[in-house]
């Protein structure tokens, strides 16, 4: 059974750095073909994909943030880590994990995590 | 980037009906088109990949289909659990992005 649970702080003040973790269960980031992505989503906005992390360790972030973004992985804990510096309250979201699954030639979203919500303020 | 362009924005429509709902993208995709499920204060929950793929579970009233720029998710007799917001997401190039979402409601 696969699973997947984000944590992290609640709240955080503009200028600071975000450290969210990703901690999973049901396959390992070791396996060929296993991806993990980090995708946010403001209150009552739409979705946003931020960065993945390849099994192989290949790393892909979004083009507007990623010289604030940095996704690394702990394969021995079960663990995706993502790091946002330089918080501002517009990146006020939701923030939730996900598996990326390759078949095929396809590398899709599979199993989500639950969210946690992040509140940018001072 | 490529822009993903849903349409509607949002839906009424009432149980038992079949809707149709689009996606477009800004330039060719192939088939690398996945649709996501979201109800109020969930996590999306991931219905189609590869355009028209089902993930395991989902029942086959969704369906999909599409290549290229245009493609659309089909909901067959829709029940009660059905109304909530749709995404479309593109996987052909980074950055991944998503559609605006199209909310559906019942009438």
Redo the contacts between chains.
């Keep these: 059974q696969v699973t997947l649970r984000e944590s992290g702080p609640a709240l955080v003040k503009p200028t600071q750095t975000l450290t969210l973790t990703c901690t999973f269960s049901g396959f390992s980031l070791s396996t060929s073909g296993m991806c993990v992505s980090w995708i946010r989503q403001p209150p009552g906005k739409a979705l946003e994909w931020l960065a993945r992390i390849d099994w192989d360790d290949d790393k892909y972030y979004s083009t507007s943030l990623k010289t604030r973004l940095t996704i690394s992985k702990d394969t021995s804990k079960n663990q995706v880590v993502l790091t946002m510096t330089n918080m501002d309250p517009v990146d006020t979201a939701t923030y939730y994990c996900a598996r990326i699954l390759y078949g095929g030639n396809h590398a899709y979203f599979d199993y989500w995590g639950q969210g946690t919500l992040v509140t940018v303020s001072s | 980037?490529i822009q993903m362009t849903q349409s509607p924005s949002s839906l009424s429509a009432s149980v038992g009906d079949r809707v149709t709902i689009t996606c477009r993208a800004s330039q060719g995709i192939s088939n690398?088109l996945?649709w996501?499920q979201q109800k109020p204060g969930?996590?999306?929950?991931?219905l189609i990949?590869?355009a028209s793929s089902l993930?395991?579970g989902v029942p086959s009233k969704f369906s999909g289909s599409g290549s290229g720029t245009d493609f659309t998710l089909t909901i067959s007799s829709l029940q009660p659990e059905d109304f909530a917001t749709y995404?479309c997401?593109q996987?052909n190039s980074?950055?991944?992005?998503?559609?605006?979402?199209t909310r559906l409601e019942i009438k």
């Design positions: 980037d690398y996945a996501f969930k996590a999306p929950k991931s990949y590869a993930q395991s995404y997401q996987y980074y950055p991944f992005t998503f559609g605006q979402g």
